[in-house]
């Protein structure tokens, strides 16, 4: 079946570091991919999503490239700060209807001041 | 901004009780869905809902779930009996049309003892 997959479960950064987190997938047909972002205590927050090969999806100074060729969505972001710590979350979502997301194990990143 | 709201936060029940937790979604969404989260694991969907009918279900919703909307109140997801393994945080999410990226509330920790 569909799956993501994140390499780093935690990531620590110095402010003003660059930040890269990987996702992979796996699916059949043509998924979106998306980054959301959790904070302690809260629900996940939608960060952006990116549908085509080469679309390139960003917010909050984060971004991330579809590339169908090495299946990949990696999210970066030029230089961190303190409040950027959370844990990221990779998905892809198969839309038949409706959004089934299938969410990768997330990345937990802290930033020290 | 708009959000979805979860009653109650945290819920303590005996095994073999049934429960149900409340979802207060976006006025104007149209789409509702459940994900379940264990301790320490990645968020997996459980059940997506449109037009009072559930669309798709994972294999993690069982038998004794069941989700309803009805007349437009609150989202409800019913978990009847409760086993030690329903243990978890549910999230309700809403979106208003299937192209859009769900919005998640802040989720209900449920403790089955």
């Known amino acids: 079946g569909d799956s993501v997959t994140q390499t780093e479960g935690q990531v620590a950064l110095s402010e003003e570091d660059f930040l890269t987190i990987h996702c992979n997938y796996s699916?059949?047909?043509?998924?979106?991919l998306f980054w959301y972002v959790q904070y302690p205590g809260e629900g996940p927050q939608f960060l952006f999503r990116a549908s085509r090969d080469k679309e390139k999806g960003s917010s909050r100074g984060f971004e991330a490239t579809y590339d169908k060729g090495t299946t990949s969505f990696h999210l970066r972001k030029a230089s961190v700060q303190e409040s950027d710590s959370a844990v990221y979350y990779c998905a892809l979502g198969a839309s038949s209807g409706s959004w089934q997301l299938i969410f990768g194990s997330g990345t937990q990143l802290t930033v020290m001041p | 901004g708009p959000k979805v709201l979860q009653i109650p936060s945290h819920q303590i029940i005996d095994m073999g009780q049934m429960v149900t937790l409340n979802c207060d979604p976006v006025?104007?969404?149209?789409?509702f869905y459940w994900y379940k989260q264990i301790l320490g694991q990645q968020m997996e969907f459980l059940v997506n809902f449109y037009n009072g009918k559930v669309m798709e279900k994972s294999k993690l919703f069982k038998d004794q779930f069941s989700v309803e909307r009805p007349d437009g109140s609150y989202f409800t997801l019913k978990i009847q009996p409760t086993a030690l393994e329903d243990s978890a945080v549910y999230f309700c999410?809403?979106?208003?049309?299937?192209?859009?990226?769900?919005?998640f509330g802040e989720g209900t920790r449920l403790s089955v003892l």
């Open positions: 699916a059949s047909g043509y998924p979106a």
């Open positions: 999410a809403s979106s208003f049309g299937s192209n859009q990226a769900p919005l």
């Open positions: 006025s104007n969404h149209l789409y």
